[in-house]
């Protein structure tokens, strides 16, 4: 569905990703996973977008996307959520996910954007009344916010960045059963970025780690999770999230349970 190769960004002198090159089946979860700053936003914004790589080439469904702006590759079926939530607060909570069915369909009638939003809001367990307002969401709420308006749009491949950032224990969990529930019941293709491995192992099919935007891992949650160059980056930073990762992964059938 996704084949990536060579991506490379640039800012200035500094390199954010640096040869980057990956391909993302149709129906997978891929888990994107590395600390802070080595490049996992970056490559979303390229996807979506944001900005164009350097160079390299990002080909979905057989045709290039870089260098396309977002609303065409929206419209092709990428949606994408932000790391931070930014809602429009002078719109209801079901406006904001009904702008995105609007715009990310190629404009089409408002009573399908609405529809749209309905399907999105009962997907991720927000309530559908039309008068709530989003500035009672707490994180997880607008996490799920966030998921929602990326749903309305109609992708056939979802970024998830950071859908955990904020959340405690079960709301992690939650989260986590939340995005494998999209792919199972919408077939909805993932690549799903966090920079701690825990759950995120759990829901994978396979995972990819960058390191000061460069691929130095990539495979199933167990190979990953024993990857000597892996625990090296992580150690000290998230030991503890990599080690029960690790045990996590090292479950039979941990993969797909
Ligand atoms: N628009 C930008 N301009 C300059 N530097 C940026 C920009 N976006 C990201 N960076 C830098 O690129 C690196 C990778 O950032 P990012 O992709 O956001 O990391 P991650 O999402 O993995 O935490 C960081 O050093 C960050 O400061
Ligand atoms: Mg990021």
Not at 93 to 113: D, I, P
Not at 217 to 237: A, K, M
Request: aromatic share 6%; charged share 25%.
């Amino acid at each position: 569905m996704l084949v990536v190769e060579g991506l490379v960004k640039r800012f200035g002198g500094f390199k954010a990703v640096n040869n980057v090159s990956f391909k993302v089946d149709q129906g997978e979860i891929l888990g994107l996973i590395g600390p802070n700053g080595s490049g996992k936003s970056t490559i979303f914004n390229m996807l979506s977008g944001t900005f164009p790589p350097t160079s390299g080439s990002m080909t979905f469904d057989g045709a290039e996307i870089s260098g396309l702006p977002p609303h065409r590759i929206i419209n092709r079926g990428i949606g994408r959520t932000f790391q931070i939530p930014r809602p429009f607060h002078r719109l209801t909570m079901f406006e904001n996910v009904a702008l995105a069915g609007y715009f990310g369909q190629c404009r089409h009638s408002r009573a399908k954007a609405d529809e749209a939003a309905e399907r999105a809001l009962a997907m991720v367990g927000l309530p559908a009344d039309r008068s709530m307002s989003v500035d009672g969401l707490g994180a997880a709420g607008l996490k799920k916010l966030e998921l929602a308006k990326a749903l309305a749009t109609g992708p056939k491949l979802l970024l998830a960045d950071e859908s955990l950032g904020g959340l405690d224990d079960t709301e992690m969990e939650q989260a986590a059963d939340m995005l494998r529930k999209i792919r199972d019941e919408l077939g909805i293709t993932i690549i799903w970025v966090e920079h701690i491995m825990g759950v995120l192992m759990r829901v994978v099919d396979r995972v990819m780690v960058l390191d000061h935007g460069e691929k130095i891992s990539e495979g199933l949650p167990s190979e990953v999770s024993s990857d000597p160059r892996v625990i090296e980056v992580y150690l000290g930073t998230d030991a503890d999230a990599t080690q029960a990762a690790a045990a996590q992964a090292r479950r039979p059938g941990a993969a797909h349970a």
